[in-house]
């Protein structure tokens, strides 16, 4: 059967037709954007957000923004010269100066104001044809892209568009007469979903041939309905992509971290709704306020294990001797804040260490299965 398989294939002699032991979507990914936790990347079993199509859902103040903007710092960080960082922005609420606390160059990101979804869906398909034109022109070589939807839930569709203006200029010509203002046009149950999908199938066309993360964010609430009935109704304003997303995540508020009564921290629980590497382990990433994500208590006790830092006593962690160390939350947290210059450092050793142990750890299952 092996061999009448690889006939079969040599029959086509088309790099579209391959058996499926020859592909290594892991391998083959061209582009990976940190997500900022080296223990976020491990426990999905990747080595950041991969490119396809990336929901992040969550409540407000969850860290939605926080880790897409993160990724897209990353990216920047590791695509100098080849990438082109995109927010595609519904809200106008996108801030220079939250931005710029991430660690993030304002001046490489290019915001672009949407409306409504279908002329998102051009805009976005003239800058990838404008981008290739530019790159060839300059002999820049292949563009890599990473777009931030910020957010789902707040674009309209035009026909959704169209119908609040109609219903705005009825009220105001009904108000000036004293008419009945309850009879108002409803627009039809999917006018958002139909072009938002035709979109999503686009992006995925376009991904077979360019370098492209999709991020979205995802505005997520819950409401409680009926008399005395405590029935919750989640919204998530994504059912309609969710087979089409390499990755789903929600994110939820778990604690705060308080300094002399002040919160200055949270940690975030990021749950996995569809991960298309395999893993549904929940992580907690930790975020201070003003910096943006930081090392996490499961960061720091790999660092330890692995030799990365060193514990002192029952308090004191010290990292490369006395270049770097701290006794208390406290004092970590000063660390970040005062932009101390090792910190990156370590950052990028831990994360260093969780990708030698990730790519060994599916080293292992291969050679386990080649076993069999």
């Given at each position: 059967?092996?061999?009448?398989?690889?006939?079969?294939?040599?029959?086509?002699?088309?790099?579209?037709?391959?058996?499926?032991?020859?592909?290594?979507?892991?391998?083959?990914?061209?582009?990976?954007?940190?997500?900022?936790?080296?223990?976020?990347?491990?426990?999905?079993?990747?080595?950041?957000?991969?490119?396809?199509?990336?929901?992040?859902?969550?409540?407000?103040?969850?860290?939605?923004?926080?880790?897409?903007?993160?990724?897209?710092?990353?990216?920047?960080?590791?695509?100098?010269?080849?990438?082109?960082?995109?927010?595609?922005?519904?809200?106008?609420?996108?801030?220079?100066?939250?931005?710029?606390?991430?660690?993030?160059?304002?001046?490489?990101?290019?915001?672009?104001?949407?409306?409504?979804?279908?002329?998102?869906?051009?805009?976005?398909?003239?800058?990838?044809?404008?981008?290739?034109?530019?790159?060839?022109?300059?002999?820049?070589?292949?563009?890599?892209?990473?777009?931030?939807?910020?957010?789902?839930?707040?674009?309209?569709?035009?026909?959704?568009?169209?119908?609040?203006?109609?219903?705005?200029?009825?009220?105001?010509?009904?108000?000036?007469?004293?008419?009945?203002?309850t009879e108002m046009k409803h627009e039809k149950i999917?006018?958002?979903?139909?072009?938002?999908?035709?979109?999503?199938?686009?992006?995925?066309?376009?991904?077979?041939?360019?370098?492209?993360?999709?991020?979205?964010?995802?505005?997520?609430?819950?409401?409680?309905?009926?008399?005395?009935?405590?029935?919750?109704?989640?919204?998530?304003?994504?059912?309609?992509?969710?087979?089409?997303?390499?990755?789903?995540?929600?994110?939820?508020?778990?604690?705060?971290?308080k300094i002399d009564d002040?919160?200055?921290?949270?940690?975030?629980?990021?749950?996995?709704?569809?991960?298309?590497?395999?893993?549904?382990?929940?992580?907690?990433?930790?975020?201070?306020?003003?910096?943006?994500?930081?090392?996490?208590?499961?960061?720091?006790?790999?660092?330890?294990?692995?030799?990365?830092?060193?514990?002192?006593?029952?308090?004191?962690?010290?990292?490369?001797?006395?270049?770097?160390?701290?006794?208390?939350?406290?004092?970590?947290?000063?660390?970040?804040?005062?932009?101390?210059?090792?910190?990156?450092?370590?950052?990028?050793?831990?994360?260093?260490?969780?990708?030698?142990?990730?790519?060994?750890?599916?080293?292992?299952?291969?050679?386990?299965?080649?076993?069999?």
């Amino acid at each position: 059967m092996a061999n009448i398989t690889d006939d079969i294939i040599k029959r086509f002699n088309n790099e579209d037709v391959i058996k499926l032991s020859d592909k290594d979507g892991f391998k083959e990914m061209k582009s990976w954007a940190h997500t900022g936790s080296s223990e976020l990347d491990y426990n999905l079993r990747i080595m950041g957000f991969p490119t396809g199509i990336i929901e992040i859902a969550g409540p407000s103040r969850s860290g939605k923004t926080t880790l897409g903007l993160t990724g897209m710092k990353h990216f920047l960080k590791e695509n100098p010269e080849l990438g082109v960082a995109v927010i595609l922005s519904s809200e106008n609420r996108d801030s220079k100066e939250y931005a710029v606390q991430l660690g993030i160059n304002p001046s490489k990101i290019i915001v672009m104001k949407i409306r409504y979804v279908e002329k998102m869906f051009m805009m976005v398909k003239k800058l990838l044809d404008d981008v290739d034109a530019l790159f060839k022109e300059y002999k820049m070589g292949e563009p890599k892209f990473y777009f931030l939807w910020d957010s789902l839930g707040a674009t309209l569709s035009k026909s959704e568009l169209d119908t609040m203006e109609e219903n705005t200029d009825t009220l105001s010509k009904k108000f000036i007469k004293g008419d009945d203002i309850t009879e108002m046009k409803h627009e039809k149950i999917g006018a958002f979903a139909k072009p938002a999908k035709m979109f999503a199938k686009f992006l995925m066309g376009e991904m077979y041939t360019r370098t492209i993360h999709f991020v979205m964010l995802n505005h997520q609430y819950d409401t409680i309905a009926g008399f005395g009935q405590h029935s919750k109704k989640k919204s998530t304003g994504g059912e309609w992509v969710e087979l089409l997303s390499t990755l789903r995540l929600s994110t939820t508020i778990g604690k705060h971290e308080k300094i002399d009564d002040t919160e200055v921290a949270q940690v975030t629980y990021v749950k996995v709704v569809k991960n298309d590497f395999g893993s549904r382990q929940e992580t907690a990433i930790r975020i201070l306020l003003g910096y943006g994500i930081i090392l996490s208590e499961e960061d720091i006790e790999f660092a330890l294990d692995n030799g990365i830092l060193k514990k002192e006593g029952a308090k004191k962690i010290t990292y490369l001797g006395d270049k770097m160390k701290w006794t208390s939350v406290r004092e970590l947290f000063a660390l970040y804040d005062t932009n101390n210059k090792m910190i990156p450092v370590l950052h990028a050793q831990i994360r260093k260490a969780r990708n030698k142990e990730l790519l060994a750890l599916k080293a292992k299952i291969e050679e386990d299965f080649e076993k069999k």
